[in-house]
């Protein structure tokens, strides 16, 4: 788990322990340990998060990393993922999509534990705020 993160998994061990009697010991490392480690020698069981970089299913489903993290592997997931990001009939994408997510929800690979919320306050001369900022644009004030 990366340095800083044990203020979510804190909570998850105690319930782990309270409910299933089973202790887990986090081990929070620096992001670059964590990357080497989850190269070489994955944990059973391992706390990470992920961000949308762009609005579509396409960056949970194929960027997110799922498969090199997990090293989870299903060949119709990856069709499926493929073909729809090839796709641009926006109909047929979701639908791939949607028959991916399927596929992660059946075989569990990951288990989201949680969802975060991040509030920003913008100025009212920026005039497009996407979740990338390459593409904000400032007017002039």
Request: proline residues 8%; glycine residues 6%; aromatic residues 12%.
């Amino acid at each position: 788990m990366p340095a800083g993160a044990t203020v979510y998994f804190e909570p998850l061990r105690a319930q782990w322990r309270e409910v299933l009697g089973a202790d887990v010991v986090w081990q929070a490392e620096s992001w670059t340990t964590f990357e080497k480690r989850m190269a070489q020698d994955p944990p059973h069981l391992c706390g990470s998060g992920w961000a949308a970089d762009y609005p579509d299913p396409d960056s949970f489903l194929r960027a997110s990393g799922i498969q090199r993290n997990t090293r989870w592997r299903n060949e119709r997931y990856d069709e499926l993922v493929a073909r729809a990001g090839r796709t641009t009939d926006q109909g047929e994408r979701m639908r791939l999509y949607g028959q991916a997510e399927q596929i992660l929800v059946d075989e569990v690979p990951i288990m989201p534990l949680m969802y975060t919320r991040k509030h920003r306050l913008v100025k009212p001369w920026i005039q497009t705020y996407p979740m990338s900022w390459q593409d904000v644009v400032i007017e002039p004030h």
